[in-house]
């Protein structure tokens, strides 16, 4: 596999995924995105549901195989034209979940496609509910009817939720931001939710760390020294069975596309070079640290984060910040909530500068933070927060916009792996 992705073509189209629990915080599904050059133009605010709709259907999304083989659910928001168009279709009906607009209803020509739909077996779900007597018709078809979270009270949600829940359908809470907010949720009878919640820790505890976990640890102040001794990293690695196995397998799969056989960790060195042998490392070794539920998704995103800065870092070298730096950040800003420790404890295990730990631990005016912020707006695809934090950066949003749809893709290349 390649370290640099190619995305020339401006028409191409990245499709990121975003986790759905039950309430027992089990994964249920994922929630399907559009990013790269369709996002960016779309009206701000405004995700791309043609793109996203055409691109899953046509099997361009590389992920859609490993969902489909892990039974997951997958919610895709499909435009009124994609409906008529009969896109859904091209997915199979026990496991696609219809997101709907209310305002697509409004057109009674998607009304009988919609019955069609459910008839053969899709669940239908609507988004954004609004408790909108008009729609009234349109709750009692849904599966599924979704309510925004964020900025709502406990008062008015409840009552949202109680007039939802007349209708019969399954209550799913969008933007979920943190775990309070999720108890709530769980507590007004909502069972799907969805947001950046499992991203933070539930419960953060001083503990010591594990004999393995110190050995990660350990192991990666070794990879970051400026003179590695290569024989006595070499030997190291291939001393922990567990690990050389995973990472051999990691090396020889088809994604490297290697002509010969990785059998040892001196020879993968020598075939790789140092520099993407140490960022495979770190992944492999930050996955072993895992001890989330979540930790399928935690990786993917640590993984896609990593990259997405490193992007960055190159895309904008005249900053003067170091893109294995950023990179670094990526994937360790995440260990809190893979760990159940606090970054604060965490961070005088890393290899880090300073600067990197202040980040991590979430220091106000760190040079780092706008950085980390908008790798998250990305990833909740909150792009009107992600087009006014590229204006006070002075970003490009094209050139930022496929620094993460890079990353993207090669997140779930290195994870499908």
Same mark, same amino acid.
């Given at each position: 596999?390649?370290?640099?992705?190619?995305?020339?073509?401006?028409?191409?189209?990245?499709?990121?995924?975003?986790?759905?629990?039950? %309430?027992?915080?089990?994964?249920?599904?994922?929630?399907?995105?559009?990013?790269?050059?369709?996002?960016?133009?779309?009206?701000?605010?405004?995700?791309? !549901?043609?793109?996203?709709?055409?691109?899953?259907?046509?099997?361009?999304?590389?992920?859609?195989?490993?969902?489909?083989?892990?039974?997951?659910?997958?919610?895709?928001?499909? +435009?009124? /034209?994609?409906? @008529?168009?009969?896109?859904?279709?091209?997915?199979?009906?026990?496991?696609?979940?219809? !997101?709907?607009? &209310?305002?697509?209803?409004?057109?009674?020509?998607?009304?009988?496609?919609?019955?069609?739909?459910?008839?053969?077996?899709?669940?239908?779900?609507?988004?954004?509910?609004?408790?909108?007597?008009?729609?009234?018709?349109?709750?009692?078809? #849904?599966?599924?009817?979704?309510?925004?979270?964020?900025?709502? +009270?406990?008062?008015?949600?409840?009552?949202?939720?109680? =007039?939802?829940?007349?209708?019969?359908?399954?209550?799913?809470?969008?933007?979920?931001?943190?775990?309070?907010?999720?108890?709530?949720?769980?507590?007004?009878?909502?069972?799907?939710?969805?947001?950046?919640?499992?991203?933070?820790?539930?419960?953060?505890?001083? /503990?010591?760390?594990?004999?393995?976990? #110190?050995?990660?640890?350990?192991?990666?102040?070794?990879? =970051?020294?400026?003179?590695?001794?290569?024989?006595?990293?070499?030997?190291?690695?291939?001393?922990?069975?567990?690990?050389?196995?995973? @990472?051999?397998?990691?090396?020889?799969?088809?994604?490297?596309?290697?002509?010969?056989?990785?059998?040892?960790?001196?020879?993968?060195?020598?075939?790789?070079?140092?520099?993407?042998?140490?960022?495979?490392?770190?992944?492999?070794?930050?996955?072993?640290?895992?001890? +989330?539920?979540?930790?399928?998704?935690?990786?993917?995103?640590?993984?896609?984060?990593?990259?997405?800065?490193?992007?960055?870092?190159? !895309?904008?070298?005249?900053?003067?910040?170091?893109?294995?730096?950023? *990179?670094?950040?990526?994937?360790?800003?995440?260990?809190?909530?893979?760990?159940?420790?606090?970054?604060?404890?965490?961070?005088?295990?890393?290899?880090?500068?300073?600067?990197?730990?202040?980040?991590?631990?979430? =220091?106000?005016?760190?040079?780092?933070?706008?950085?980390? &912020?908008?790798?998250?707006?990305?990833?909740?695809?909150?792009?009107?927060?992600?087009?006014?934090?590229?204006?006070?950066?002075?970003?490009?949003?094209?050139?930022? *916009?496929? %620094?993460?749809?890079?990353?993207?893709?090669?997140?779930?290349?290195?994870?499908?792996?």
């Amino acid at each position: 596999m390649t370290d640099r992705p190619t995305t020339d073509d401006a028409n191409t189209v990245a499709i990121a995924r975003q986790p759905v629990f039950d %309430a027992k915080r089990r994964l249920w599904g994922y929630a399907l995105f559009c990013v790269g050059p369709a996002a960016r133009q779309a009206p701000p605010g405004q995700d791309t !549901a043609d793109n996203v709709a055409l691109q899953v259907a046509a099997g361009a999304y590389m992920g859609l195989e490993q969902l489909l083989d892990g039974n997951r659910k997958i919610l895709v928001r499909f +435009s009124e /034209r994609n409906i @008529l168009d009969q896109l859904p279709y091209a997915l199979p009906a026990p496991l696609t979940v219809v !997101a709907v607009e &209310e305002a697509v209803f409004a057109e009674t020509a998607v009304h009988p496609a919609l019955n069609q739909l459910k008839a053969d077996g899709y669940l239908l779900a609507v988004t954004s509910y609004t408790a909108a007597d008009q729609w009234g018709s349109f709750y009692r078809m #849904a599966d599924i009817i979704s309510i925004d979270v964020r900025h709502r +009270s406990r008062g008015p949600l409840s009552e949202l939720v109680a =007039e939802a829940g007349a209708h019969g359908a399954t209550l799913m809470a969008m933007q979920v931001q943190d775990f309070a907010r999720f108890d709530l949720c769980t507590e007004l009878g909502f069972a799907l939710f969805h947001g950046p919640f499992f991203k933070t820790p539930e419960t953060v505890t001083v /503990r010591k760390l594990a004999s393995n976990e #110190a050995s990660r640890f350990a192991l990666m102040r070794a990879i =970051e020294q400026e003179e590695v001794d290569f024989e006595q990293l070499a030997e190291t690695i291939q001393a922990d069975a567990a690990l050389s196995f995973r @990472l051999l397998a990691y090396l020889n799969s088809a994604a490297f596309g290697l002509r010969q056989k990785i059998k040892s960790i001196q020879q993968a060195i020598s075939l790789l070079g140092w520099r993407k042998m140490k960022n495979w490392l770190r992944v492999v070794l930050l996955n072993d640290l895992n001890r +989330s539920p979540h930790a399928p998704d935690l990786m993917l995103l640590a993984a896609q984060r990593g990259k997405f800065l490193e992007r960055i870092g190159h !895309a904008y070298d005249f900053w003067g910040f170091d893109p294995e730096n950023l *990179h670094m950040l990526g994937i360790f800003s995440l260990l809190d909530a893979m760990l159940g420790m606090p970054m604060t404890e965490i961070v005088t295990h890393l290899p880090l500068d300073e600067k990197v730990k202040g980040a991590l631990r979430g =220091e106000a005016n760190n040079e780092y933070q706008p950085l980390l &912020e908008l790798a998250r707006c990305f990833e909740e695809s909150r792009w009107p927060d992600a087009e006014t934090l590229l204006q006070r950066l002075n970003m490009d949003s094209p050139t930022i *916009h496929r %620094a993460f749809q890079e990353a993207v893709e090669w997140a779930a290349a290195f994870t499908n792996s």
